[in-house]
């Protein structure tokens, strides 16, 4: 459940504040069901992914490659990439 979200990254250089007081700010789910309530967008997936970006892009090709066949199983057809 989202309300069980925890942000594990823990960095001196990274500001969980925003976070702390309203997840959305990173993980915008209740934005995006407002949205799909209001009939503004048509739904919002049953499944949702994050990565950790302290990586070397190539070596993270394979993973996106394979989420990007789950979400066209999953009729995605946009996505919200948000950097955190």
Avoid: C
């Amino acid at each position: 459940m989202a309300n069980e979200l925890v942000m594990s990254h823990v960095s001196t250089n990274f500001d969980r504040t925003g976070f702390q007081q309203d997840w959305n700010v990173a993980f915008p789910l209740d934005r995006l069901r407002e949205l799909a309530d209001e009939g503004i967008i048509g739904s919002v997936a049953d499944y949702h992914y994050s990565f950790m970006g302290a990586a070397d892009p190539s070596q993270m090709a394979s993973h996106a490659e394979n989420l990007a066949q789950l979400l066209k199983g999953d009729g995605v057809n946009a996505v919200l990439l948000v950097p955190v």
